[in-house]
């Protein structure tokens, strides 16, 4: 009877002793929580790259040569394409209030700079009607 207590004994201290010497990985407290971006960092960020737009026109500013649609500020250039109707057009053809879409890449000066610029609600293209079923 001893020698099977001593057994047990002796089997549970080796166990006792192999559990407390096999690490433990608990979370380390040591890392410093990463910085979150306030939303006006990310608002800033996403509209670094270049992206299309749309919305409303809320204002034109002809002598500085930009838009704004929303909050958005878009510098108009030479280079910028300009369609109202699907024809060409200038920038003095844009209106407050009417749908507005386009392109703009990161220009040299930190801008938004619009590449393409569409006045009034896009004409549907032929590829979008739909056609009646065939019977």
């Given at each position: 009877m001893k020698l099977s207590f001593l057994k047990v004994l002796l089997i549970t201290a080796i166990c006792s002793l192999a559990f407390s010497l096999t690490p433990l990985h608990a979370q380390s407290t040591n890392k410093v929580p990463a910085e979150k971006k306030s939303?006006?960092?990310?608002?800033?960020?996403?509209?670094?790259?270049?992206?299309?737009?749309?919305?409303?026109?809320?204002?034109?500013?002809?002598?500085?040569?930009?838009?704004?649609?929303?909050?958005?500020?878009?510098?108009?250039?030479?280079?910028?394409?300009?369609?109202?109707?699907?024809?060409?057009?200038?920038?003095?053809?844009?209106?407050?209030?009417?749908?507005?879409?386009?392109?703009?890449?990161?220009?040299e000066n930190g801008k938004m700079v619009s590449s393409t610029l569409y006045f009034g609600a896009k004409a549907e293209s032929a590829a979008g009607k739909k056609t009646p079923p065939r019977k």
């Open positions: 939303t006006k960092d990310q608002k800033d960020s996403e509209h670094k790259s270049a992206h299309p737009f749309h919305g409303k026109l809320a204002a034109i500013d002809k002598n500085a040569k930009t838009i704004t649609v929303g909050k958005s500020v878009y510098q108009i250039t030479s280079e910028t394409k300009i369609k109202k109707s699907e024809k060409p057009a200038l920038l003095e053809d844009g209106m407050v209030g009417e749908p507005v879409s386009g392109y703009a890449k990161p220009g």
